[in-house]
């Protein structure tokens, strides 16, 4: 048996370190809390040793066991803390493993990906403050850059890492190999503003055994249980890891919401020789989870913050019309080549196909459904005059009267049951047409990747990295019929458009085969294919001189995109069918990052970067569902971020302060809603696509972050992110309608020192934990959230919003004066927010066996004012209508689900 201790050079002990024996790896372990670590069974020869801990400088040294040695004590072996080699530590997901797109007309994301690492400040941030959404320098999910064994997770149409493809999965992707936070430089990427988290997913690298656990909460699933099992490197030269949960619930906090979520991962891992190894993993999460609703004040004030106007009753269950299906396996097979002791080559392929699905109510010819539709709310019938229907109202949603306040799916059926015959002209059948139905929109992402990661020591303290990817995508899009709801057919015509009853009438979504009707689990209204392609190679360096570390990035890479679609919509006869002009652009990058080591305990860090990044598919095609057009000015994204650090690794005390300045110039943002007001040729109200172009944005902020070690046991945290993140210019806006096929020019929209929306822009943290000897915990902290603001239109802050006539600059509406404009476009700012948070575990040894137990409550005062995304409606598109229709000015909002609280037991063998 080997067996050894590790501590800091302050002598405390260091758990959590993956100590590896010989070149290859073969035998790993972590060390306990304690600092111990063992191999059993050691034959006797000479090894090398290699200790890996996230912030510490890497440790390699030999040792020989003689054949008469039954025990090596390697005694204490001592790391040396250094901030540059932050970038292994623990990546944390939220449990709802994903961005919310429902309901948020400009795309604004909810919680994304929470950094964590042993840095105090990454660390609470992530589980303190991530836990209300809060994002670190206010940077959006789509600027993380998430890679498993080279292979980008970032989905083409959106930029955004789609995190239900992992999602429980948490014991296989519990510990990054790679960790590059913010604008620091990454071994494997380029990186993003968010930072690299690299996983690599080898059989061999897991935990020898066989993990149990189970876990109970009231967060977005009530039951989890999980199962992961790993054989290690077996003596025949085959690894094997094996992993497995479900998740789910009935009914969460918000009512008729519910989630049943599966996840398999399977590693398996060959020995070919001691330079060459391949590895094949696959894995995949399939899930189904019904959505909630956003909603404006007024409905929270009628029936509370856990309303959903997505369900109804049904046959005595509660139906949601929101559900998001989700399942796209992948597959990699990478491969391993030590080519010296100096020099290794990794290099995988990859596929990934599956479905990702949405399913919504739908109608033709009828009336919105939605029990939250502004005309079935008493605001409406107030501002019309009518105050006994608006009374009448009131009483209806206070005493939920069920026919008013969800749906109601029998009055839906019994819509179609008297709907119109029609005769369909392609199969003679006459049936009924639905009023109402139910659709699926389908993306259908078919992904082939190669990477391959280079990296190789000229010297002692020079390493060198080359990273390059090549992605080639075909997706296929379209919406597809659910349920008909007791009717025959859906008539592929839209109703917001009149047509002439020809064979290329304007209002039939496929004048290729006009007048066709869409049964169950036909196509409808809309579909097509996106093709993208591209190519990116990365160039790193690390120099290590005296007290100075120099680390350089190099980015050079090219994509291409285009449409093709297969319907040729009536309205757009002319650019709707076939494949639309290609889109190409050039992305160059530079990021540098410098350490400075004042000594053992003080150092400074700058980290500096300039890079380009493309628009997302969604960005390009702003109106892919009808038609092949581009968003107009198009360009890629310039961003630029600097950072400056002072960090402090004292015995009792680390901390960290940090100041950044961020700028993104020329960004795209594209929004659809249903607008009144806009003055199109083809009239005043419409479904329409909103396009910024040229958008700037500035990040200005500081961190904060110390821990006090008061005693052994005790120890004080507390971090501050004071953030300022503004719009700094007028970007110009574009409209792409259903109701006419120009495209619209209404000039600047005025949104220079506006703020940014989707997170507080400010937070703090104080924390307060008791670790025992005898291996438990508990601790309690409070955190502090302000600066939460709305996200605005674009659309109303146009000249639009004062002129009835664009193009006459004189034709301002009545009322219209400085104080009043200001007045009605003022940004909504919410409430300031506290949420008290507890935890308390203790782990067991069992013999050879370990076993630990661990419960949180968040939010424990169970503050529920607090706003976790909110946005303002774009349907008010000009002052009179503001002003005339009050209703359409109140945001709509998610609040913070209140009190949760999550119960975690594990058992390892």
């Known amino acids: 048996m080997v067996f050894g201790y590790l501590k ?87 449990d709802d493993e994903l961005s919310t797109d429902e309901g948020s007309s400009l795309g604004q994301t909810g919680i994304g990906l929470l950094q964590s690492s042993k840095d105090v400040f990454s660390n609470t941030a992530a589980f303190e403050l991530g836990a209300y959404w809060f994002k670190v320098r206010g940077i959006d999910n789509r600027y993380n850059n998430i890679m498993f064994n080279g292979i980008p997770m970032a989905k083409n149409q959106t930029g955004r890492p789609e995190f ?43 935990r020898k055994g066989l993990n149990l656990s189970y876990s ?100 005595g269950d509660k139906r ?12 990699m097979l990478t491969h391993y080549w030590n080519i010296n002791n100096k020099t290794k080559l990794t290099t995988t392929a990859s596929y990934q196909f599956g479905y990702n699905k949405s399913s919504r109510l739908n109608r033709y010819q009828a009336e919105n459904p939605s029990p939250t539709y502004y005309k079935n709310l008493p605001s409406y019938w107030l501002a019309k005059g009518n105050a006994s229907e608006s009374s009448a109202l009131i009483n209806s949603w206070l005493n939920n009267d069920l026919s008013v306040t969800q749906i109601n799916w029998e009055s ?30 389908v993306t259908k992402d078919k992904t082939f990747n190669a990477a391959t990661h280079l990296q190789t020591q000229f010297t002692d303290n020079w390493k060198f990295y080359v990273n390059v990817n090549y992605q080639n995508l075909v997706s296929d899009n379209y919406r597809e019929v659910n349920d008909l709801l007791g009717a025959d057919f859906v008539l592929n015509k839209t109703s ?71 319907y040729m919509h009536g309205l757009y006869a002319n650019n709707s069918y076939g494949k639309s002009e290609k889109e190409n652009f050039i992305e160059v990058g530079l990021r540098s990052g410098i350490t400075y080591k004042i000594n053992g305990r003080n150092f400074i860090i700058v980290n500096t970067s300039y890079f380009e990044s493309s628009p997302a598919l969604n960005d390009i095609f702003p109106n892919a569902r009808l038609n092949n057009d581009i968003s107009p000015n198009i360009t890629k994204q310039k961003i630029n971020a600097n950072d400056i650090t002072y960090t402090l690794r004292s015995p009792s005390v680390k901390g960290r302060l940090t100041g950044y300045y961020t700028k993104i110039k020329d960004a795209t943002e594209v929004s659809r809603y249903y607008a009144q007001g806009v003055g199109l040729d083809g009239g005043n109200d419409a479904f329409i696509s909103e396009v910024l172009t040229g958008i700037e944005k500035d990040f200005l902020g500081t961190e904060f972050g110390i821990e006090w070690n008061i005693t052994s046991t005790l120890v004080l945290s507390g971090i501050a992110s004071i953030g300022q993140y503004t719009y700094k210019n007028n970007p110009n806006l574009y409209v792409f309608s259903d109701l006419s096929s120009s495209i619209k020019d209404y000039g600047k929209s005025y949104l220079k020192d506006y703020k940014l929306a989707g997170t507080p822009q400010k937070g703090y943290s104080l924390g307060l934990k008791y670790n025992s000897p005898k291996y438990w ?54 409430q300031d927010v506290f949420m008290l948070n507890a935890n308390i575990g203790k782990s067991f040894r069992l013999g050879k066996y370990s076993m630990g137990i661990s419960a949180s409550v968040n939010n424990i005062l169970n503050e529920r004012g607090y706003v976790t995304n909110s946005f303002e409606q774009g349907r008010n598109a000009n002052y009179e209508d503001m002003v005339s229709q009050p209703y359409f000015a109140n945001s709509k909002l998610f609040y913070d689900r209140g009190r949760s609280y999550f119960f975690n037991v594990y058992l390892r063998f």
Request: hydrophobic residues 30%; without cysteine.
């Open 8 to 94: 800091g050079l302050d002598d405390k002990p260091l758990n959590r370190a993956t100590i590896s024996l010989g070149e290859d790896r073969m035998l790993h372990t972590e060390s306990d809390q304690v600092g111990y670590f063992q191999f059993k069974d050691v034959s006797a020869g000479t090894y090398l040793i290699i200790v890996n801990k996230s912030g510490y400088i890497p440790t390699t040294f030999t040792f020989v066991v003689s054949s008469n040695e039954l025990k090596k004590d390697l005694g204490e072996i001592k790391l040396e803390y250094s901030p540059s080699q932050m970038n292994a530590g623990i990546i944390t997901l939220t």
């Open 164 to 206: 239900k493809n992992w999602g429980g999965l948490n014991n296989v992707i519990r510990s990054p190999y790679e960790l590059a936070e913010n604008n620091t430089v990454s071994d494997y990427s380029f990186s993003d503003l968010g930072g690299t988290t690299y996983y690599d997913t080898r059989a061999s690298n897991y």
């Open 216 to 315: 109970f909460g009231n967060r977005t699933y009530q039951h989890r249980v999980m199962a992961t099992y790993s054989t290690g490197m077996l003596s025949s030269g085959w690894a094997f890891t094996f992993s497995g949960s479900r998740r789910w619930m009935d009914e969460g906090v918000i009512d008729g919401t519910y989630n049943d979520s599966y996840a398999y991962f399977a590693s398996i891992e060959k020995k070919l020789s001691d330079k060459h190894r391949i590895n094949f993993t696959a894995f995949g999460t399939p899930s189904r989870k019904a959505g909630s609703s956003p909603n404006t004040q007024e409905v929270y004030d009628l029936r509370g913050k856990n309303y959903n106007s997505y369900w109804g009753w049904q046959d």
């Open 320 to 331: 949601n019309e929101r559900v998001k299906r989700i399942f796209e396996p992948i597959f």
């Open 412 to 441: 839906l059926y019994n819509a179609n049951r008297s709907a119109p015959f029609y005769l369909d002209p392609y199969s003679n059948q006459e049936g009924r047409r639905a009023s109402y139905f139910l659709v699926d929109d």
């Open 496 to 566: 917001f458009l009149k047509g002439d009853g020809s064979a290329n009438s304007i209002d039939d979504y496929n004048i290729l085969k006009p007048g066709s009707v869409a049964r169950k689990g036909d196509k409808t209204e809309y579909n097509y294919k996106f093709y993208r392609q591209e190519l990116t190679t990365n160039f790193s360096t690390r120099i290590n001189i005296n007290r100075w570390q120099v680390s350089t990035s190099l980015l050079v890479g090219w994509n291409e995109s285009y449409r093709e679609g297969k």
């Open 777 to 830: 915990w508990v601790g309690v902290s409070g955190n502090f959230l302000q600066d939460n603001y709305t996200n605005v239109s674009g659309l109303s802050r146009t000249m639009n919003f004062i002129l009835s006539d664009v193009n006459d600059p004189g034709s301002v509406y009545p009322g219209v004066t400085e104080e009043s404009i200001r007045k009605l476009l003022k940004q909504k700012q919410y």
